[in-house]
């Protein structure tokens, strides 16, 4: 797998606020590419109790995100298409329901972005809309 540098940024719009929730965070982590399909892997609050290890599976018309940590779950995530999951949490145990509205994936030599939106239930209620900017960048040794 290649180092890569990753800027993520997470935007929540919850059904009744005009606000925009943003959370950017600057990573590093690895890139690995099979055919078809990109894994991404990197790593959230590394060495500490907060630690999250997420891995992202980007093939052509799908999505998979897998997060190991305090709140563990693998959701796929494909245009029109509802998903359920389940989420582990220190709390319990609770269904995830994700309905894709749009993704899509772009690659050019050194760097590329994965970006997906996507409606959010949680144990039977509206979280609201969610989209998901990922782009990486590779790290010269």
């Known amino acids: 797998m290649k180092p890569i540098r990753l800027d993520i940024v997470s935007e929540i719009r919850s059904d009744d606020q ?45 999505v998979t995100v897998i997060r190991q940590g305090a709140v563990s779950y693998r959701v796929t995530y494909r245009p029109g298409q509802t998903s359920l999951s389940l989420v582990e949490t220190p709390g319990g145990k609770a269904e995830m329901e994700v309905h894709t509205l749009d993704y899509r994936r772009r690659m050019e030599e050194s760097h590329g972005q994965i970006q997906f939106s996507f409606r959010l239930r949680m144990a039977g209620e509206e979280m609201g809309h969610y989209q998901l900017k990922i782009q990486w960048t590779g790290v010269s040794a």
């Open 18 to 62: 005009e606000d925009v929730e943003r959370i950017e965070q600057q990573l590093k982590g690895h890139f690995d590419q099979k055919e078809d399909r990109w894994v991404l892997r990197y790593w959230e609050e590394p060495g500490t109790q907060e630690e999250v290890r997420t891995t992202v599976k980007a093939k052509e018309d799908e």
